[in-house]
């Protein structure tokens, strides 16, 4: 027995190591949404511990949070609720908690205090793609209500479908997506737009530049003809392409627009021509994007602007990370030698040198600066240069079109003819016109040496010692230009032979990427609260990030590095205030006053006021109008007994005799009953408001109580009319209304002349009327009300007794309370049986007295509260 007792502990111990372990396994587990298909790599997928930490105050959790800076406004009552924060909440300096999850890790930041928040005053910021690498750019914002989406690239390491953004793992559907801003035509940036709004359910608005527009069309439509995958996995059609750009709407540097209640506009990136860096404002908070830019002026394009309202969000590049660029003079000096050493080698079958770019952007700057290095070189006129892009005319001629976007050194060259017509470069539309014999300088796309011209004569030129390769640009982790930046002994070709790499290879950045000293000098000029870096490898990104966090320590800047599909939230409550004007501001506004009126807020948040009805068409483009409703019950009772009923409910009630004979009852000035014996029916007419909706329904419900069972009405109105139970047979065709006492204001006189006659609703002299009539036994109204609430607490509590005075007790169980009819107050020991009397009470007091429709309302706003 005890060593079968030791075995099942033991068996039971193993079995809860067994579970731990399994726990913990599952928790490494990856997405079941990952594509089997798609080669990323699995550390964008790894879990990681939740972790809790205090940033924006460099103080830990429990230290004290600097002083918040409010804006002193007069604050509304916004549908119940006041609310509380600062306009531009993202200023504020406060305590901050960051929660990294797992998987989709969210980072929360709380901004300012005041009301519990809602997602719509949640900044989510998530990268589809460009979180912690490089390629496939594709930012998601959502705030207020409004998505948008920055950029939609692809990732040029991997082909077709598994180069998308993460779009199988947006937090919204595509149809949501108000917003689709393009800052580039670079295919990193732009080439799965077609994808994107042509194969899914997006149905918003795209933006991009006048000249971003030209040329992406242009570039698209190469990239369909140029990829190298079959077409059963071609990503989208040239049809696709056309309706892509027939969609696409332009935007100029700082031209304001409005959009889906986005306000946003774009400022010169300087990356390429066209790039632009978009502000984007929602409910006061102002978002930067910058996509790809440059703070360093070139020989053709100018250096990125400043913005001169600053973001509350920066959302950066992060390329090179700490690197800082050589300066551009010696750059150029390095670069010309290189080339002018390869092309002359004394190697006959040597001396060709490959320098492969993209078809627009960093090719333009090379051709300029080779160009003018020729002209100055007599002895290098007999060796040619080639510019080999089946686009190459025609994106010239689109740089031609907008040489007014350029700096000044183009303006003024243009003066004296056009910069962009070279004297020693021809254009090369495919090797078929390439004659390869002696030296020569190639400038072929694509720039990264996946496939088309670039690669082709890669693989023929690179077993020759003397020829040589110079990579000009930024090289994407996964492509053959990054691979033999390393110098291996030999490259796979793409037919799958093993070719040695026996030519130079050379880098020497051109790239119109900023660098560490570009960047840090732009976020000098905005000190933005929060930096979200992006388009850059991790451990890159890593290293700016303690490099910005070291450098802005004492300005409260916190700085998030997101990876793909992982969310940073920014919580932003911003104080509601709104300008009072019109009618309403003629009285001055004090703190705690409540403001009665309409309030009125632009699509893009950036105007908010309070009005009077009644001046909505004097300061907003709004007008008023007045729904009269109209319902139609049929009807073939006693319409004086119907009056009768109407009367035991409401307050105030008018019998109007009309020219026709028939008479209309008016209930509260508001609705209007009007019967028509000859059609068998009561038309109902009211101005539709919610307290008029709910008499309304509450007559129509009369009507018909009226019509099916009218005997009932009758016991229940017996005491207001001289008929004994016994006339009022159902086939009487008139009861006789009430006549009405003199009454003692004008409000409940009867009128001769105008045929109205106002019946108040007073217990007391009905029961007067009923007494005197001698059809009925006199009872007290005071001993009639006690009876009925007895009977009434009877059925709601089982055991209520009437007994002396006007006490009534209620036992419930061993429970005993005791109500005093004339006060209604409740005496119990036991506070949820009281409190359930209490509401019963009110209840009944409703159900059997008649009461004004306000005084009902507060009954019943009362009994919900308790």
Same mark, same amino acid.
């Given at each position: 027995?005890?060593?079968?007792?030791?075995?099942?502990?033991?068996?039971?111990?193993?079995?809860?190591?067994?579970?731990?372990?399994?726990?913990?396994? &599952?928790?490494?587990?990856?997405?079941?949404?990952?594509?089997?298909?798609?080669?990323?790599?699995?550390?964008?997928?790894?879990?990681?511990?939740?972790?809790?930490?205090?940033?924006? &105050?460099?103080?830990?959790?429990?230290?004290?949070?600097?002083?918040?800076?409010?804006?002193?406004?007069?604050?509304?009552?916004?549908?119940? #609720?006041?609310?509380?924060?600062?306009?531009? #909440?993202?200023?504020? %300096?406060?305590?901050?908690?960051?929660?990294?999850?797992?998987?989709?890790?969210?980072?929360?930041?709380?901004?300012?205090?005041?009301?519990?928040?809602?997602?719509?005053?949640?900044?989510?910021?998530?990268?589809?793609?460009?979180?912690?690498?490089?390629?496939?750019?594709?930012?998601?914002?959502?705030?207020?209500?409004?998505?948008?989406?920055?950029?939609?690239?692809?990732?040029?390491?991997?082909?077709?479908?598994?180069?998308?953004?993460?779009?199988? !793992?947006?937090?919204?559907?595509?149809?949501?997506?108000?917003?689709?801003?393009?800052?580039?035509?670079?295919?990193?940036?732009?080439?799965?737009?077609?994808?994107?709004?042509?194969?899914?359910?997006?149905?918003?608005?795209?933006?991009?530049?006048?000249?971003?527009?030209?040329?992406?069309?242009?570039?698209?439509?190469?990239?369909?003809?140029?990829?190298?995958?079959?077409?059963?996995?071609?990503?989208?059609?040239?049809?696709?392409?056309?309706?892509?750009?027939?969609?696409?709407?332009?935007?100029?540097?700082?031209?304001?627009?409005?959009?889906?209640?986005?306000?946003?506009?774009?400022?010169?990136?300087?990356?390429?021509?066209?790039? #632009?860096?978009?502000?984007?404002?929602?409910?006061?908070?102002?978002?930067?994007?910058?996509?790809?830019?440059?703070?360093?002026?070139?020989?053709?394009?100018? %250096?990125?602007?400043?913005?001169?309202?600053?973001?509350?969000?920066?959302?950066?590049?992060?390329?090179?990370?700490?690197?800082?660029?050589?300066?551009?003079?010696?750059?150029?000096?390095?670069?010309?030698?290189?080339?002018?050493?390869?092309?002359?080698?004394?190697?006959?079958?040597?001396?060709?040198?490959?320098?492969?770019?993209?078809?627009?952007?960093?090719?333009?700057?090379?051709?300029?600066?080779?160009?003018?290095?020729?002209?100055?070189?007599?002895?290098?006129?007999?060796?040619?240069?080639?510019?080999?892009?089946?686009?190459?005319?025609?994106?010239?001629?689109?740089?031609?079109?907008?040489?007014?976007?350029?700096?000044?050194?183009?303006?003024?060259?243009?003066?004296?003819?056009?910069?962009?017509?070279?004297?020693?470069?021809?254009?090369?539309?495919?090797?078929?016109?390439?004659?390869?014999?002696?030296?020569?300088?190639?400038?072929?796309?694509?720039?990264?040496?996946?496939?088309?011209?670039?690669?082709?004569?890669?693989?023929?030129?690179?077993?020759?010692?003397?020829?040589?390769?110079?990579?000009?640009?930024?090289?994407?982790?996964?492509?053959?230009?990054?691979?033999?930046?390393?110098?291996?002994?030999?490259? &796979?070709?793409?037919?799958?032979?093993?070719?040695?790499?026996?030519?130079?290879?050379?880098?020497?950045?051109?790239?119109?990427?900023?660098?560490? #000293?570009?960047?840090?000098?732009?976020?000098?000029?905005?000190?933005?609260?929060?930096?979200?870096?992006?388009?850059?490898?991790?451990?890159?990104?890593?290293?700016?990030?303690?490099?910005?966090?070291?450098?802005?320590?004492?300005?409260?800047?916190?700085?998030?590095?997101?990876?793909?599909?992982?969310?940073?939230?920014?919580?932003?409550?911003?104080?509601?205030?709104?300008?009072?004007?019109?009618?309403?501001?003629?009285?001055?506004?004090?703190?705690?006053?409540?403001?009665?009126?309409?309030?009125?807020?632009?699509?893009?948040?950036?105007?908010?006021?309070?009005?009077?009805?009644?001046?909505?068409?004097?300061?907003?483009?709004?007008?008023?109008?007045?729904?009269?409703?109209?319902?139609? +019950?049929?009807?073939?009772?006693?319409?004086?007994?119907?009056?009768?009923?109407?009367?035991?409910?409401?307050?105030?009630? =008018?019998?109007?005799?009309?020219?026709?004979?028939?008479?209309?009852?008016?209930?509260?000035?508001?609705?209007?009953?009007?019967?028509?014996?000859?059609?068998? =029916?009561?038309?109902?007419?009211?101005?539709?408001?919610?307290?008029?909706?709910?008499?309304?329904?509450?007559?129509?419900?009369?009507?018909?109580?009226?019509?099916?069972?009218?005997?009932?009405?009758?016991?229940?109105?017996?005491?207001?009319?001289?008929?004994?139970?016994? !006339?009022?047979?159902?086939?009487?065709?008139?009861?006789?209304?009430?006549?009405?006492?003199?009454?003692?204001?004008?409000?409940?006189?009867?009128?001769?002349?105008?045929?109205?006659?106002?019946?108040?609703?007073? =217990? !007391?002299?009905?029961?007067?009327?009923? &007494?005197?009539?001698?059809?009925?036994?006199?009872?007290?109204?005071?001993?009639?009300?006690?009876?009925?609430?007895?009977?009434?607490?009877? +059925?709601?509590?089982?055991?209520?007794?009437?007994?002396?005075?006007?006490?009534?007790?209620?036992?419930?169980?061993?429970?005993?309370?005791?109500?005093?009819?004339?006060? !209604?107050?409740?005496?119990?020991?036991?506070?949820?049986?009281?409190?359930?009397?209490?509401?019963?009470?009110?209840?009944?007091?409703?159900?059997?007295?008649?009461?004004?429709?306000?005084?009902?309302?507060?009954?019943?706003?009362?009994?919900?509260?308790?």
């Amino acid at each position: 027995v005890l060593l079968f007792s030791c075995s099942l502990v033991l068996l039971f111990s193993c079995s809860l190591v067994l579970s731990f372990s399994v726990s913990k396994l &599952t928790r490494l587990t990856f997405p079941s949404c990952l594509r089997k298909t798609d080669p990323r790599p699995r550390s964008q997928y790894d879990e990681s511990i939740i972790q809790t930490m205090d940033v924006g &105050t460099g103080k830990d959790s429990d230290g004290d949070s600097p002083p918040q800076k409010t804006s002193s406004s007069a604050t509304c009552r916004e549908s119940g #609720a006041s609310h509380s924060g600062a306009v531009n #909440a993202g200023r504020l %300096a406060a305590q901050h908690r960051v929660v990294l999850g797992a998987k989709r890790k969210a980072v929360r930041v709380a901004v300012g205090g005041g009301d519990a928040p809602t997602e719509e005053d949640m900044l989510t910021i998530t990268p589809l793609g460009a979180g912690n690498e490089v390629g496939r750019s594709c930012i998601l914002l959502q705030f207020k209500g409004k998505t948008i989406m920055l950029d939609c690239g692809v990732h040029p390491a991997y082909p077709g479908i598994g180069g998308l953004p993460f779009f199988d !793992e947006m937090p919204v559907d595509p149809s949501d997506i108000d917003l689709l801003l393009v800052s580039h035509f670079h295919l990193d940036h732009a080439a799965a737009l077609p994808y994107f709004t042509q194969t899914t359910s997006f149905k918003g608005r795209v933006f991009m530049t006048y000249p971003t527009k030209a040329i992406l069309k242009m570039l698209l439509s190469d990239y369909v003809k140029v990829s190298n995958i079959s077409v059963d996995q071609l990503l989208y059609t040239k049809e696709h392409v056309d309706a892509t750009m027939e969609m696409s709407e332009q935007i100029d540097y700082h031209q304001e627009r409005v959009a889906c209640g986005v306000r946003f506009w774009c400022y010169n990136a300087g990356h390429v021509l066209g790039a #632009a860096m978009f502000m984007i404002e929602i409910a006061g908070v102002k978002i930067l994007y910058t996509g790809d830019f440059s703070r360093e002026e070139d020989r053709h394009l100018m %250096a990125a602007e400043i913005p001169k309202s600053k973001p509350d969000v920066l959302i950066v590049e992060s390329t090179y990370g700490v690197q800082v660029h050589e300066p551009r003079a010696q750059r150029e000096a390095r670069f010309t030698s290189l080339v002018q050493r390869i092309v002359t080698s004394k190697d006959p079958k040597g001396g060709r040198c490959l320098i492969p770019v993209f078809a627009l952007g960093r090719a333009q700057e090379l051709l300029l600066i080779l160009d003018e290095f020729w002209r100055s070189n007599p002895r290098l006129h007999g060796i040619p240069i080639y510019y080999a892009s089946s686009l190459a005319k025609k994106c010239m001629s689109v740089y031609r079109t907008y040489i007014n976007m350029m700096n000044e050194n183009i303006r003024q060259a243009l003066t004296l003819g056009n910069p962009f017509d070279f004297a020693h470069i021809s254009n090369l539309k495919s090797l078929d016109e390439f004659s390869d014999v002696g030296p020569c300088v190639v400038m072929a796309s694509p720039g990264l040496l996946q496939s088309g011209i670039s690669r082709e004569l890669f693989e023929r030129w690179c077993s020759n010692r003397n020829n040589g390769v110079v990579i000009p640009g930024y090289c994407v982790e996964g492509t053959l230009a990054k691979t033999i930046m390393n110098e291996p002994p030999s490259i &796979t070709a793409l037919n799958g032979r093993e070719l040695p790499l026996s030519m130079q290879v050379n880098y020497i950045s051109f790239s119109a990427h900023s660098d560490y #000293a570009g960047t840090s000098s732009f976020i000098d000029m905005l000190l933005p609260p929060y930096i979200i870096l992006v388009h850059g490898d991790g451990n890159v990104m890593t290293r700016l990030k303690l490099a910005l966090l070291d450098r802005y320590k004492d300005h409260n800047i916190n700085v998030f590095t997101p990876k793909n599909t992982n969310s940073v939230r920014l919580l932003f409550r911003a104080k509601k205030a709104a300008k009072v004007v019109g009618e309403l501001a003629v009285d001055s506004l004090r703190d705690g006053k409540l403001i009665s009126g309409v309030f009125v807020q632009k699509g893009d948040y950036s105007q908010s006021m309070v009005v009077a009805p009644s001046d909505l068409s004097t300061y907003t483009q709004l007008t008023t109008s007045v729904v009269t409703q109209e319902q139609t +019950a049929h009807f073939e009772g006693n319409f004086s007994l119907l009056h009768h009923a109407v009367a035991s409910m409401y307050e105030r009630v =008018q019998l109007r005799k009309r020219d026709d004979g028939d008479a209309t009852l008016v209930v509260h000035d508001q609705v209007s009953m009007a019967y028509c014996k000859d059609k068998s =029916q009561v038309v109902l007419s009211w101005e539709s408001t919610p307290v008029n909706d709910m008499m309304a329904d509450s007559l129509v419900s009369l009507i018909l109580q009226t019509q099916s069972n009218p005997a009932a009405i009758r016991v229940e109105c017996g005491h207001l009319h001289s008929h004994d139970d016994d !006339e009022m047979e159902e086939g009487d065709d008139e009861v006789s209304p009430v006549k009405a006492e003199p009454a003692e204001d004008a409000s409940t006189a009867h009128s001769a002349e105008s045929g109205e006659m106002s019946v108040p609703i007073k =217990q !007391e002299e009905r029961a007067t009327k009923a &007494t005197s009539t001698g059809g009925a036994t006199a009872v007290s109204p005071h001993e009639e009300r006690l009876c009925t609430l007895t009977k009434l607490l009877a +059925a709601q509590f089982g055991d209520a007794k009437r007994v002396e005075g006007d006490r009534i007790v209620i036992r419930v169980d061993e429970l005993e309370a005791t109500v005093h009819a004339l006060t !209604e107050e409740v005496e119990c020991e036991d506070d949820q049986l009281r409190s359930s009397v209490q509401n019963a009470l009110v209840m009944a007091k409703i159900a059997l007295f008649p009461l004004s429709v306000e005084e009902a309302l507060d009954q019943c706003s009362d009994t919900a509260a308790m």
